[in-house]
């Protein structure tokens, strides 16, 4: 089966029979999935042929929106390979060194820069020199200061720079988002954000402190950052964090292992955050308020995202996010679409401002504040 007609008939066979609380989000997704489509088409041309590169290629080619046409790769076996199976013409293909020649290619709109974190912020900026629009993988960068560097060289080049929060359009979290907002959990106290997993093989670039810019945190504990902030609807004004290591060789100097954190938002309310590379099964988001509370488990994974609230299980049908993602990021480029949650460039630089000061107030062991 052709993976638009698999995506297609997930999303309807569950969309049949599950009651939704709030129809609005998955019968809009649902009617674009089933209604023929002649706008326009994002042209993407994928920056790092790894792991989740692969799977954003498979997930684009269910899209309708938005289509896979180039490649930059530094490894001539995958080009071909990826070629092969995706119709990818000779020249769409590039490597890292000769990628600002995208320039003069009328056939690519965006670079999609699925690369280590400590590669995101030079790539982004030559892409956007190259005059074309970037999607950049999480995080952004691996500081404040190169994601200012990032959003600037955007702006002056009057390119978009989106961040790949596949989060966002998802539909569990975004009804959640919504009850919120309505106030159905009333005034918002608390929020939890477990992230982690146990990380294996020691040579790989997330625990090399320059390609990775960290540890866990910039991979894995930036859902709990990004999810407190969209779960509570509110920007942090305080942080506390506490770092533990029980292996000081895997996890190098600069390379965190766990940081526990804690967040104070403008209304009071308070999120209390885990991200770590030692603990496996721990995706989990709790928020709770005087009317009621929203649980998540799993919350940031591929899915299906499972949700529930006080008043009951919310079972929306499972969509593959890059596939959704992809054709959301095409209407916020090429139509001027607003997104419910941003995913431009300001917004991975709230979650890398938040990071430095993660790591600063684990380093100090003291509370920093933020101007929210
Ligand atoms: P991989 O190691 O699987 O792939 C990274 C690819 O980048 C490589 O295969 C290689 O591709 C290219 N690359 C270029 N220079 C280097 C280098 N010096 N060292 C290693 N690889 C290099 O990583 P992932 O695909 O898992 O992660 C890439 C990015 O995607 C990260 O920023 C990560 O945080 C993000 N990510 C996001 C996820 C999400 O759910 N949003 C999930 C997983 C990752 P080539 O051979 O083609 O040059």
């Given amino acids: ?218 991979d894995i504990g930036v859902y709990s950052i990004n999810g407190s902030r969209y779960m509570i609807g509110e920007e942090p004004i305080w942080i506390t964090a506490q770092e533990t290591k029980t292996d000081p060789v895997k996890f190098k100097e600069g390379v965190d292992e766990t940081i526990e954190f804690q967040m104070g938002f403008p209304s009071g309310a308070v999120a209390s955050c885990l991200s770590t590379y030692s603990i496996n099964y721990l995706d989990k988001f709790f928020l709770v308020g005087d009317k009621g509370f929203a649980e998540m488990q799993p919350s940031t994974g591929y899915g299906p995202i499972k949700a529930k609230t006080n008043k009951g299980d919310l079972s929306y049908p499972h969509v593959t996010h890059q596939t959704v993602q992809m054709d959301e990021m095409s209407a916020i480029i090429l139509q001027n679409k607003q997104p419910i949650v941003p995913v431009d460039g300001e917004e991975g630089l709230r979650d890398l401002v938040i990071i430095d000061a993660i790591f600063e107030a684990a380093k100090t062991g003291k509370k920093v504040t933020l101007k929210g």
Wanted: hydrophobic residues 40%; positive net charge; proline residues 5%.
């Fill in 1 to 218: 089966m052709n993976s638009r007609r698999h995506f297609l008939q997930k999303l309807t066979a569950s969309a049949l029979t599950i009651p939704f609380l709030g129809e609005n989000r998955a019968a809009t997704l649902e009617k674009f999935y089933e209604e023929p489509y002649d706008g326009p088409v994002l042209r993407v041309a994928i920056m790092g042929l790894g792991s989740y590169g692969t799977r954003v290629a498979e997930a684009m080619t269910a899209c309708k929106s938005a289509k896979l046409v180039g490649v930059i790769s530094g490894t001539p076996s995958k080009i071909t390979a990826w070629q092969t199976k995706y119709g990818i013409p000779e020249k769409n293909c590039y490597n890292y060194e000769n990628f600002d020649n995208i320039k003069s290619n009328p056939d690519i709109d965006a670079v999609y820069v699925i690369t280590p974190n400590g590669l995101h912020k030079d790539q982004v900026i030559r892409v956007a020199k190259a005059g074309k629009h970037a999607i950049c993988e999480k995080p952004m960068a691996i500081n404040a200061a190169e994601g200012r560097e990032m959003v600037a060289a955007c702006k002056k080049a009057n390119v978009k720079l989106l961040v790949g929060y596949r989060m966002h359009f998802e539909p569990n979290t975004l009804e959640i988002i919504r009850q919120r907002a309505a106030g159905e959990f009333g005034k918002v106290y608390f929020f939890q954000g477990l992230s982690g997993f146990r990380i294996g093989d020691p040579t790989q670039w997330r625990l090399n402190r320059k390609l990775a810019g960290g540890g866990a945190m910039m």
